[in-house]
T-cell receptor, first 114, second 111 residues
Framework: EAGVTQFPSHSVIEKGQTVTLRCDPI?????LYWYRRVMGKEIKFLLH????????ESGMPNNRFLAERTGGTYSTLKVQPAELEDSGVYFC????????????FGPGTRLTVL | AQRVTQPEKLLSVFKGAPVELKCNYS??????LFWYVQYSRQRLQLLLR??SRESIKGFTADLNKGETSFHLKKPFAQEEDSAMYYC?????????????FGTGTRLKVLA
Protein backbone atom coordinates (compact mmCIF):
# COMPACT_ATOMS: atom_id res chain seq x y z
CA GLU A 1 0.00 0.00 0.00
CA ALA A 2 1.36 3.41 -0.95
CA GLY A 3 1.74 5.80 1.92
CA VAL A 4 0.95 9.48 2.03
CA THR A 5 2.88 11.32 -0.65
CA GLN A 6 3.76 14.97 -0.88
CA PHE A 7 5.08 17.06 -3.72
CA PRO A 8 7.48 18.74 -4.03
CA SER A 9 9.93 17.53 -1.43
CA HIS A 10 11.69 20.90 -1.45
CA SER A 11 10.72 24.31 -2.71
CA VAL A 12 12.79 27.48 -2.69
CA ILE A 13 10.98 30.64 -3.69
CA GLU A 14 11.36 34.36 -3.28
CA LYS A 15 9.23 36.49 -1.06
CA GLY A 16 6.09 37.51 -2.88
CA GLN A 17 5.92 34.45 -5.10
CA THR A 18 3.27 31.77 -5.02
CA VAL A 19 3.81 28.15 -4.12
CA THR A 20 1.41 25.22 -4.22
CA LEU A 21 2.05 22.11 -2.17
CA ARG A 22 0.31 18.87 -2.91
CA CYS A 23 -0.64 15.95 -0.70
CA ASP A 24 -1.98 12.58 -1.79
CA PRO A 25 -3.42 10.70 1.19
CA ILE A 26 -3.67 6.96 1.51
CA UNK A 27 -6.46 5.73 -0.72
CA UNK A 28 -9.74 5.51 1.18
CA UNK A 29 -8.70 7.85 3.97
CA UNK A 30 -11.39 10.46 4.46
CA UNK A 31 -9.42 12.54 6.93
CA LEU A 32 -6.57 14.72 5.74
CA TYR A 33 -4.55 17.06 7.91
CA TRP A 34 -2.00 19.75 7.16
CA TYR A 35 0.67 20.70 9.67
CA ARG A 36 3.67 22.99 9.65
CA ARG A 37 6.92 22.87 11.57
CA VAL A 38 8.87 26.07 11.72
CA MET A 39 12.53 25.67 12.69
CA GLY A 40 12.87 24.97 16.40
CA LYS A 41 9.17 25.10 17.08
CA GLU A 42 6.37 22.61 17.46
CA ILE A 43 4.53 20.83 14.68
CA LYS A 44 1.53 23.08 14.37
CA PHE A 45 -1.89 22.04 13.15
CA LEU A 46 -3.14 24.00 10.16
CA LEU A 47 -6.36 22.36 9.09
CA HIS A 48 -8.38 19.20 8.78
CA UNK A 49 -10.45 17.94 5.86
CA UNK A 50 -13.10 15.29 6.06
CA UNK A 51 -13.49 14.23 2.47
CA UNK A 52 -13.77 17.51 0.58
CA UNK A 53 -15.06 19.57 3.51
CA UNK A 54 -12.92 21.71 5.80
CA UNK A 55 -13.71 20.38 9.24
CA UNK A 56 -11.39 22.68 11.12
CA GLU A 57 -9.19 25.41 9.66
CA SER A 58 -8.49 27.21 12.90
CA GLY A 59 -4.75 26.74 12.53
CA MET A 60 -4.37 28.52 9.20
CA PRO A 61 -2.08 31.49 9.86
CA ASN A 62 -3.79 34.04 7.62
CA ASN A 63 -5.61 34.49 4.35
CA ARG A 64 -2.44 34.04 2.31
CA PHE A 65 -2.93 30.32 2.85
CA LEU A 66 -5.58 28.47 0.87
CA ALA A 67 -6.21 24.75 1.12
CA GLU A 68 -8.43 22.72 -1.14
CA ARG A 69 -9.42 19.12 -1.49
CA THR A 70 -11.54 18.87 -4.57
CA GLY A 71 -13.27 15.54 -4.94
CA GLY A 72 -12.09 14.44 -1.55
CA THR A 73 -8.89 12.90 -2.85
CA TYR A 74 -5.65 14.86 -3.00
CA SER A 75 -5.25 18.23 -1.36
CA THR A 76 -3.33 21.35 -2.24
CA LEU A 77 -2.05 24.10 0.02
CA LYS A 78 -1.31 27.36 -1.73
CA VAL A 79 0.65 30.20 -0.22
CA GLN A 80 0.17 33.50 -2.02
CA PRO A 81 2.11 35.70 -1.65
CA ALA A 82 4.77 33.90 0.34
CA GLU A 83 6.54 35.69 3.20
CA LEU A 84 9.82 34.87 4.93
CA GLU A 85 8.05 33.52 8.01
CA ASP A 86 6.28 30.91 5.91
CA SER A 87 9.50 28.92 5.67
CA GLY A 88 9.31 25.54 7.32
CA VAL A 89 8.36 21.95 6.71
CA TYR A 90 4.77 21.31 5.73
CA PHE A 91 3.44 17.89 6.64
CA CYS A 92 0.33 16.17 5.47
CA UNK A 93 -1.27 13.26 7.29
CA UNK A 94 -4.28 11.09 6.68
CA UNK A 95 -6.39 8.74 8.74
CA UNK A 96 -9.17 6.36 7.86
CA UNK A 97 -11.83 7.73 10.17
CA UNK A 98 -12.17 9.97 13.19
CA UNK A 99 -12.11 7.08 15.61
CA UNK A 100 -8.82 5.88 14.21
CA UNK A 101 -6.00 7.12 16.35
CA UNK A 102 -3.37 6.49 13.76
CA UNK A 103 -2.40 9.30 11.48
CA UNK A 104 -0.09 8.40 8.63
CA PHE A 105 2.29 11.17 7.79
CA GLY A 106 3.82 12.13 4.50
CA PRO A 107 7.52 12.92 4.17
CA GLY A 108 6.89 16.66 4.26
CA THR A 109 7.67 19.53 1.92
CA ARG A 110 10.51 21.81 2.97
CA LEU A 111 9.62 25.35 1.94
CA THR A 112 12.26 28.06 1.96
CA VAL A 113 11.22 31.63 1.28
CA LEU A 114 14.14 33.95 0.50
CA ALA B 1 -4.89 26.90 26.99
CA GLN B 2 -4.19 23.64 25.21
CA ARG B 3 -0.49 22.97 25.17
CA VAL B 4 2.11 20.21 25.06
CA THR B 5 5.48 20.87 26.61
CA GLN B 6 8.62 18.87 26.00
CA PRO B 7 11.26 20.60 28.10
CA GLU B 8 14.30 18.90 26.62
CA LYS B 9 15.43 19.68 23.09
CA LEU B 10 18.21 17.14 23.23
CA LEU B 11 18.74 14.12 25.42
CA SER B 12 21.93 12.08 25.19
CA VAL B 13 22.29 8.75 26.95
CA PHE B 14 24.66 5.84 26.68
CA LYS B 15 23.57 2.54 25.20
CA GLY B 16 22.04 0.36 27.88
CA ALA B 17 21.13 3.28 30.11
CA PRO B 18 17.53 4.09 31.03
CA VAL B 19 15.88 6.90 29.15
CA GLU B 20 12.94 9.13 30.00
CA LEU B 21 11.56 11.71 27.60
CA LYS B 22 9.38 14.20 29.39
CA CYS B 23 6.01 15.43 28.22
CA ASN B 24 3.53 17.62 30.07
CA TYR B 25 0.21 18.79 28.76
CA SER B 26 -2.41 21.38 29.50
CA UNK B 27 -6.00 20.53 28.58
CA UNK B 28 -9.27 20.96 30.41
CA UNK B 29 -10.98 17.99 28.77
CA UNK B 30 -10.26 14.29 28.83
CA UNK B 31 -6.84 13.93 27.20
CA UNK B 32 -5.77 11.48 24.55
CA LEU B 33 -2.00 11.35 24.32
CA PHE B 34 0.40 9.93 21.80
CA TRP B 35 4.10 9.64 21.13
CA TYR B 36 5.31 10.02 17.57
CA VAL B 37 8.84 9.27 16.39
CA GLN B 38 10.84 10.38 13.38
CA TYR B 39 13.96 8.35 12.59
CA SER B 40 16.63 9.82 10.37
CA ARG B 41 15.44 10.16 6.77
CA GLN B 42 12.08 8.59 7.61
CA ARG B 43 8.65 10.06 8.06
CA LEU B 44 6.90 10.79 11.30
CA GLN B 45 5.15 7.72 12.65
CA LEU B 46 3.04 6.77 15.62
CA LEU B 47 5.00 5.07 18.38
CA LEU B 48 2.35 4.53 21.01
CA ARG B 49 -0.86 5.90 22.46
CA UNK B 50 -1.94 6.02 26.05
CA UNK B 51 -5.28 4.27 25.55
CA SER B 52 -3.54 1.14 24.33
CA ARG B 53 -1.28 0.86 27.35
CA GLU B 54 1.15 -0.98 25.12
CA SER B 55 4.88 -1.36 24.97
CA ILE B 56 6.39 -0.67 21.58
CA LYS B 57 10.08 -1.31 20.91
CA GLY B 58 10.52 -1.47 24.68
CA PHE B 59 9.03 1.98 25.23
CA THR B 60 6.15 2.63 27.60
CA ALA B 61 4.33 5.77 28.64
CA ASP B 62 1.85 6.22 31.45
CA LEU B 63 -0.69 8.98 31.56
CA ASN B 64 -0.55 10.74 34.92
CA LYS B 65 -3.56 13.04 35.11
CA GLY B 66 -2.54 14.41 38.50
CA GLU B 67 0.78 15.62 37.15
CA THR B 68 -0.59 16.15 33.62
CA SER B 69 2.32 14.16 32.26
CA PHE B 70 2.89 11.44 29.70
CA HIS B 71 6.58 10.67 29.93
CA LEU B 72 8.12 8.13 27.57
CA LYS B 73 10.41 5.57 29.16
CA LYS B 74 12.67 2.75 28.17
CA PRO B 75 14.79 0.81 30.67
CA PHE B 76 17.71 0.09 28.31
CA ALA B 77 18.33 2.43 25.41
CA GLN B 78 19.60 1.09 22.09
CA GLU B 79 21.50 2.95 19.39
CA GLU B 80 18.61 2.46 16.98
CA ASP B 81 16.39 4.46 19.34
CA SER B 82 18.18 7.62 18.27
CA ALA B 83 15.50 9.79 16.69
CA MET B 84 13.27 12.79 17.17
CA TYR B 85 10.36 12.15 19.52
CA TYR B 86 7.18 14.20 19.63
CA CYS B 87 4.49 14.08 22.25
CA UNK B 88 1.00 14.89 20.95
CA UNK B 89 -2.36 15.66 22.52
CA UNK B 90 -5.58 15.02 20.68
CA UNK B 91 -8.33 17.43 21.63
CA UNK B 92 -12.00 17.33 20.85
CA UNK B 93 -14.06 20.42 20.16
CA UNK B 94 -17.63 20.26 18.87
CA UNK B 95 -17.05 16.84 17.40
CA UNK B 96 -13.84 17.73 15.63
CA UNK B 97 -10.40 16.45 16.52
CA UNK B 98 -7.17 18.35 16.53
CA UNK B 99 -3.65 17.25 17.35
CA UNK B 100 -1.33 19.49 19.32
CA PHE B 101 2.32 18.57 19.20
CA GLY B 102 5.21 19.47 21.43
CA THR B 103 8.46 20.88 20.10
CA GLY B 104 10.11 17.49 20.13
CA THR B 105 13.09 15.95 21.88
CA ARG B 106 16.05 14.61 19.97
CA LEU B 107 17.31 11.44 21.58
CA LYS B 108 20.90 10.44 20.94
CA VAL B 109 21.99 7.06 22.16
CA LEU B 110 25.75 6.89 22.37
CA ALA B 111 27.71 3.68 21.89
Amino acid sequence: EAGVTQFPSHSVIEKGQTVTLRCDPISGHDNLYWYRRVMGKEIKFLLHFVKESKQDESGMPNNRFLAERTGGTYSTLKVQPAELEDSGVYFCASSQDLLSHTQYFGPGTRLTVL
Amino acid sequence: AQRVTQPEKLLSVFKGAPVELKCNYSYSGSPELFWYVQYSRQRLQLLLRHISRESIKGFTADLNKGETSFHLKKPFAQEEDSAMYYCALRTTTSGTYKYIFGTGTRLKVLA
